[in-house]
């Protein structure tokens, strides 16, 4: 499980038996056809996929360019969340498990997680920042609604960090019947790996979606926003082998990267180890995780998957900090101009359009990961005059 140098699982050896449990299985599970026929239907008739690939016709005329929605804020539970939570918990049934637990920042990894396990009759219990539960309130109230136990992660920062240190400290607690649902590209060898292929769906829409509409199946960019990177690792995995596809990727600056308050991993990070995978991430001189900041709960997360550390590292991807008020501005402008209300995560990778300068010619695709209902406090309180 590596990419270029990162990836790996680098795990303490309690949760050993569980990983490699995962490690040994999740490829011949996946590669199933009853796996498959499962995991389609649930994604067409429960997530309602294929997700439109929306042409902004407004948003292009401003930047003088074309530029397509990939509308994963249109899924079931409002984002790309549940195309992972789906496959890792139908794997963690054919694995016998009863109970899932998980970590959340943005609540939209939780309220995937407690859907989906509602849908199969699982108990589901997920950990989160009290900070996060705060900012994020609608999503533990949707939690909850499904059946979910919402459990305030206490120690530490009190947001995902911390959330995703208690989850795995409950995985090793009650390791033989619980599946740790990891929810995002980031973790020990295979979790980088299954999930970006759960992910990938997106950019096999993608391909055939735009070939239908203007006869290319690749545009110029495709553009992503980056928290572990799992919408990312979606939107680009089946553009990775098309070298004239450019990668784009949008991490949070936050107050701006010379603030010290600023989630740009791959700006401000180095090489290290974190949540068990070896990546980039923000860490002091002696390799204490650095506390990161965002406006957006989903990429306030001082690490990367290791996939994109790879893309990073070897200048296939290429990487853009996006400042909190530069996130605002893209969400009302998409607001004004479509009538799309952004999550803020999704907003970052909007605010790339005017960095990015496409000619008239050029074509992006945009991962629209959530919808901003979670968000309204945010957009409310910084409404332009
Ligand atoms: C709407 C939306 N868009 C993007 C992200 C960033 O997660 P990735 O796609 O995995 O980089 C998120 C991340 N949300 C997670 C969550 O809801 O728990 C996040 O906070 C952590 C899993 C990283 C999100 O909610």
């Known amino acids: 499980g590596y990419y270029g140098t990162f990836g790996g699982a680098y795990i303490p050896e309690m949760l050993y038996p569980n990983v490699e449990e995962l490690r040994q299985n999740y490829l011949s599970i996946i590669a199933d056809p009853s796996f498959q026929r499962e995991f389609r239907e649930l994604l067409t008739d429960y997530v309602g996929r294929p997700t439109p690939l929306f042409h902004a016709r407004r948003l292009s005329e401003t930047y003088n360019t074309t530029v397509y929605l990939k509308r994963e804020d249109l899924c079931h539970t409002g984002a790309h969340k549940v195309n992972n939570t789906i496959g890792q918990i139908l794997v963690a049934k054919r694995l016998g498990k009863k109970r899932i637990v998980a970590e959340t920042g943005a609540g939209q990894h939780g309220v995937a997680t407690a859907t989906v396990c509602a849908l199969m009759g699982l108990e589901c219990i997920v950990y989160m920042g009290s900070i996060d539960m705060e900012r994020q309130k609608p999503n533990v109230d949707r939690m909850r609604m499904l059946g979910a136990s919402v459990v305030p992660a206490t120690s530490g920062s009190q947001t995902l960090k911390d959330a995703t240190n208690e989850a795995m400290r409950h995985w090793i607690n009650n390791p033989v019947d619980t599946h740790y649902v990891i929810g995002s590209v980031v973790g020990p060898h295979p979790y ?40 990312a690792a979606g939107a680009f995995y089946h553009y990775l082998d098309q070298p004239t596809v450019q990668l784009i990727a949008a991490e949070a600056a936050g107050q701006g990267i010379a603030t010290g308050h600023s989630a740009a991993t791959t700006a401000l990070g180095k090489p290290g180890i974190l949540h068990g995978s070896s990546t980039i991430l923000m860490q ?88 901003g209902d979670k968000d309204l406090a945010a957009y409310t309180a910084h409404l332009p005059k």
């Open 284 to 371: 002091t001189e002696d390799g204490q995780v650095v506390e990161p900041y965002s406006i957006s709960a989903g990429l306030d997360y001082p690490g990367i998957g290791p996939m994109h550390a790879h893309l990073f590292a070897s200048g296939r991807g290429t990487f853009y900090s996006i400042t909190d008020q530069e996130a605002l501005n893209a969400a009302f402008e998409l607001s004004r101009l479509e009538g799309i209300i952004p999550a803020l995560e999704s907003s970052h990778a909007l605010a790339c359009i005017p960095k990015l300068k496409a000619g008239p010619d050029e074509v992006t695709v945009i991962c629209l990961s959530g919808r």
């Open 192 to 231: 980088p790996d299954m999930v970006a292929r759960f992910q990938s769906v997106i950019s096999e829409e993608v391909r055939k979606q735009l070939h239908e509409k203007t006869g290319q199946s690749n545009p110029n960019y495709v553009i992503a926003c980056v928290g572990g990177g799992s919408n």
